[in-house]
């Protein structure tokens, strides 16, 4: 039966039977097979000095190994106390009817595969507790297994009397069966059957394909994508490719001869020798080895391990080892089978579907494909499973065929809280027009993380590209094996974490570069899903950075130096002298200093040998104490900081932002703060011998800070022409600074007396015979004749009507009093056409004075010493109406305005509304916040709109590197004959959290006229 739901990209798995467990025996020396010469280390070491001690390794077995080496600390004095074990039961499938509505459907057309889902769960809670990799696989597929034998005993025996052939599905205690209806009813009616589904056929969506075939190498000749996550950081700075760990796609498949792949695959036995026993499965075709029903599973698997001959790195892990299963054709794929292919990860087996060996599940499982919706838990049982054994988890977020999805778009199984779901971002850190957003459907964040996804170059299949093995495609499915192949690092870089789902997404999601403020995602569409926190709806915790994800993980012991070289060979029945170096430069200061070595064979599963290693500095009265206080610079609280220094001391500030270290007098030392969330500060002193200094730190914040480089630009445009204008932006921060621009609609140009070329004047006091008007608190006036025909809009006005809060409509409000409700423009107090100089919620009725003079220049509308609602402060405003249609706003003794006063200043027409300032928050549109001062004059005169004459080369979003500039292209064209200089402000909307919102000005005047003149008759009544 087919179901209307789509998998997104291609997908390829196979079907597994259920037989008994018979392990072979193992091939590889791992730890219990080596021997340490001493089998502790110890010296003492002056204050500023280094010693190397011989540390001898023997290898007893009659196989090779590589040897890795760690540092770690002693374990803690104390065991911990026994845990109870949580309880993680298997879940059910959940659909509202017993019997699925398509297998009902399906039946009456008579036999058809179904589904029987038995109702007792096991419980794989006490897995959890298990740290041996190879107990905890075994554990899980032996609970399982024998769960299921004993919840379907009865069933099973009801269809062998029957005559009936079953499959088991032991993963998620359910049966395959092949019967017609009267079958269905039997089975529906058991006391033993929680459900029947039917085995739905899912339809495939193809991927995402690009043109472009280059990876834009750097100068390391590394692909962007792999170089924006730190991934060569860390093959380069720690001598971590992944080795000791293998990584699994369910996908399309995988061309396993590629020269980018061959090497990693884990059935590769050398000299061109290959075993495909527990390394591949593929019951759609029945391929003995590895191939790809399209090229969507080769382009995954490279991400995460390619590691091409003669071109750029383009695979996160290069070290690490790869299996995989396809469980679809090139179309579709069957519910079973993607069970089956679940099942064999827990448990692979030879090609025959016999043996399995839990103990050879892979590490890491990349799942890049997806339904086309989300809430659908249907897989939620295997992947319990697949968490129980200790595989770590990826699935791409989804994707969406428009742009720009709103909230809650994440597909399943991305949006099960026991797998990560990965989000796609460009190269510049943006999110992916295609990319799927939370929150979930039980309002839970979504994605987790987000990786590049868009234009990422990898390894295809031939018959995609003709003879080119390496191709770009775009989609989550791209970004998601950045994360998997980034666990593969994490993993090999510190062991310990091999199975630990908790702490490596603690360390995945609390070093990932966090994002927000994302202009394209603050509007209305997506009010339940902006991203202004971290973790948000759009990028999870952030974008993916695994070199600080293991610079973090990594157990570092500073004082510890172990040598360069990180895996060497040791051969059978050999041995091998290690250098290790104890540094007394890198401690902060005197005392008794314990560590341990851990050497892995090459199963990191296995238990390591462990080295003991104690180094002793003693004190001496030339030492000298530096210490001091990190604080914010802006602020100057205390942080919480680390202080470093060239010789490699690393210590913690404390509570109060102080530390203290001590070092050998007379010796220059050079001192580096750093803490979270500020940029780091170098200071050099030296010492006086027995001396004590104070050196103190003042961190700058980290952040993005965006300059318009010239905020007043003036351009001349001739008859019949365009004129190119730049705008130039720097990014005076230190982080990246994302960007949109808007040109807004603007029939008035804005003109202020605090900017170049800006009106004169200032505030008119009032006249003796000024009309007072009694307003009070929220009230509004009757009619108020001008006196004369007013210009405003293309349409002229003779009367006006006064609000007590700031506002000058040409229409009656609707009620003759309201309260006070803050808003934008458009206005909420009235639809009508209006003149805005200040909307706050005034309070007449407690002071000051709103009047209506009619002087020589005009009509001035005052609001003289007005109160603030609620407050003592007052405010001193005044429009000036003037007969050309110019309009004045003078400000005194507004200095006391603030953010939470909510103004706001501009106009309304009739269609439309133009926004000069406002100080509300969560708007749908950001706006420019209100800069008023004491004398300010703002001067708004009638021009040709804007968005008539002036164009921006670029839409969208942009980004400007720290410490870049960047110059916008802009473009003014000739509209008509220009009797004054026109105006535009440019709106730019950035990641500046200081100023979200900022402008710039264009003047524009006219070159050479056009051949003819248009006189105008303007007649006044």
């Known amino acids: ?80 106390m026994m845990m109870a074990p949580p309880h993680v039961p298997v879940p059910l499938p959940q659909q509202r009817e017993r019997v699925d509505p398509d297998l009902q459907a399906a039946l009456r057309d008579g036999k058809t595969r179904f589904l029987v889902f038995f109702a007792d769960r096991p419980d794989l809670g006490p897995a959890f507790l298990i740290r041996d990799w190879e107990e905890r696989g075994e554990y899980v597929y032996r609970t399982l297994t024998t769960h299921a034998e004993r919840s379907q005993r009865a069933v099973r025996a009801m269809l062998d009397t029957a005559g009936v052939r079953y499959q088991p599905l032991w993963i998620v205690n359910a049966l395959l069966v092949e019967g017609d209806a009267t079958l269905a009813n039997a089975l529906a009616a058991h006391t033993d059957v929680a459900l029947l589904m039917a085995d739905h056929q899912l339809q495939m969506s193809p991927p995402a394909t690009t043109t472009a075939v280059s990876c834009s190498a750097t100068s390391n000749n590394v692909c962007w994508n792999i170089a924006r996550i730190g991934a060569d950081r860390v093959w380069r700075e720690f001598g971590v490719t992944g080795s000791g760990i293998t990584v699994a796609n369910i996908d399309s498949g995988v061309q396993y001869t590629h020269p980018a792949l061959v090497n990693q695959y884990r059935g590769n036995l050398g000299s061109n020798t290959f075993d495909h026993n527990y390394n591949w499965f593929d019951p759609v075709g029945n391929q003995p080895a590895p191939v790809d029903a399209g090229t969507h599973g080769t382009h995954v698997m490279g991400t995460m391990v390619a590691n091409p001959p003669g071109e750029p790195a383009m695979g996160v892990a290069p070290g690490a080892r790869w299996i995989a299963a396809r469980a679809c054709s090139s179309v579709t794929c069957n519910d079973s089978d993607i069970i089956a292919a679940a099942q064999w990860m827990l448990a692979p087996t030879d090609l025959a579907g016999n043996n399995p060996r839990p103990s050879l599940r892979p590490h890491i499982l990349n799942n890049s494909w997806s339904f086309d919706s989300g809430g659908n838990p249907v897989y939620s049982g295997y992947t319990t499973a697949w968490q129980a054994a200790g595989i770590f988890v990826v699935f791409a977020a989804g994707n969406i065929s428009s742009n720009f999805t709103t909230c809650s778009s994440v597909a399943s199984p991305g949006d099960y809280s026991n797998v990560v779901a990965v989000g796609a971002t460009d190269q510049n850190d943006l999110l992916s027009y295609f990319s799927r957003i939370g929150p979930t459907t039980d309002g839970r964040i979504k994605p987790d993380l987000v990786a590049p996804g868009q234009g990422i170059v990898s390894t295809v299949t031939s018959t995609i590209t003709d003879a080119n093995t390496f191709g770009a495609l775009s989609g989550t499915s791209m970004a998601a094996p950045h994360v998997a192949g980034a666990v593969a690092l994490l993993w090999s870089a510190k062991p310990q974490l091999i199975g630990d789902y908790d702490a490596t997404y603690a360390l995945l999601t609390g070093t990932a570069l966090p994002l927000t403020g994302d202009s394209r995602y603050m509007g209305a569409n997506h009010s339940a899903c902006r991203p202004d926190t971290v973790p948000n709806n759009i990028y999870g915790y952030g974008r993916l950075d695994i070199f600080n994800a293991v610079a973090a993980a ?113 010796v220059a030392q050079q001192l580096t703060a750093t803490a979270s969330n500020f940029a780091s500060q170098q200071q050099a002193i030296t010492p006086d011998p027995g001396s004590t200094v104070t050196l103190n730190f003042a961190l700058d914040p980290l952040r993005p800070e965006l300059t318009v480089v010239q905020d007043l630009i003036t351009a001349t445009v001739d008859f019949n022409q365009i004129t190119p204008i730049t705008l130039p932006l720097r990014n005076d921060g230190n982080m990246p600074l994302s960007y949109t621009l808007r040109i807004d609609s603007e029939p008035y140009g804005v003109w202020r007396s605090d900017e170049s070329s800006g009106p004169s004047g200032g505030w008119i006091d009032p006249p003796f015979d000024a009309q007072i008007l009694n307003l009070f608190d929220d009230d509004n006036s009757s009619a108020i004749d001008l006196g004369f025909d007013f210009p405003f809009a293309n349409t002229y006005y003779r009367n006006i009507y006064i609000s007590a809060n700031g506002i000058i409509a040409f229409a009656p409000f609707a009620s003759s009093s309201g309260y006070f409700t803050p808003s934008c423009m458009p206005l909420i107090a009235t639809t009508a056409p209006a003149i805005v100089p200040l909307h706050v919620d005034f309070n007449s009725a407690q002071g000051g004075q709103i009047s209506v003079a009619y002087i020589s220049s005009g009509v001035l509308i005052t609001w003289d010493n007005v109160p603030l609602y609620g407050t003592t402060r007052t405010l001193s405003v005044q429009a000036l109406l003037q007969p050309n249609g110019t309009i004045r706003f003078h400000y005194r003794n507004v200095a006391s305005l603030t953010k939470n006063d909510m103004g706001a200043v501009g106009l309304q027409f009739v269609n439309g509304s133009q926004t000069i300032a406002c100080d509300i928050e969560h708007i749908d549109q950001p706006q420019p916040p209100l800069t008023l001062s004491d004398g300010l004059v703002i001067e708004l005169r009638p021009q040709v709109d804007p968005q008539a004459w002036l164009s921006i080369s670029h839409t969208g979003s942009a980004a400007i590197a720290a410490g870049s500039q960047t110059n916008v292209q802009l473009t003014a064209r000739w509209i008509g004959p220009l009797y004054t200089t026109q105006q535009a402000r440019v709106r730019i909307i950035s990641n500046d959290p200081r100023q979200p919102v900022t402008e710039a000005r264009i003047h524009l005047n006219e070159g050479m006229p056009a051949p003819y003149q248009i006189l105008l008759v303007q007649i006044f009544r």
Do not use: C
């Open 1 to 80: 039966m087919k179901r209307t739901s789509l998998i997104i990209f291609t997908l390829i798995i196979g079907v597994l039977s259920w037989f008994t467990f018979t392990p072979p025996p193992s091939t590889h020396a791992d730890a219990s097979h080596l021997n340490a010469a001493p089998t502790s280390l110890s010296a003492t070491v002056e204050l500023g000095d280094t010693t190397t001690v011989n540390l001898t390794i023997t290898n007893t077995d009659s196989n090779a190994t590589t040897l890795y080496l760690h540092t770690g600390y002693p374990p803690p004095v104390a065991p911990a």
């Open 554 to 666: 990594r157990v570092t012991v500073p004082w510890l130096v172990l040598p360069e070289w990180s895996s060497p060979s040791l051969a059978s029945y050999g041995n091998i002298v290690i250098p290790i170096t104890l540094d007394a430069r890198r401690v902060a200061g005197p005392g008794v200093y314990t560590a341990r070595i851990l050497i892995y064979g090459d199963n990191l599963t296995d238990p390591p040998l462990v080295v003991p290693v104690t180094m002793t500095v003693p004190s001496r009265p030339s030492h000298a104490t530096i210490s001091g206080t990190v604080t914010d610079s802006e602020t100057g609280y205390p942080l919480r900081g680390v202080i470093t220094t060239t010789n490699g001391v690393t210590l913690n500030t404390n509570a109060t932002g102080g530390y203290s270290l001590t070092v050998p007098g007379g």
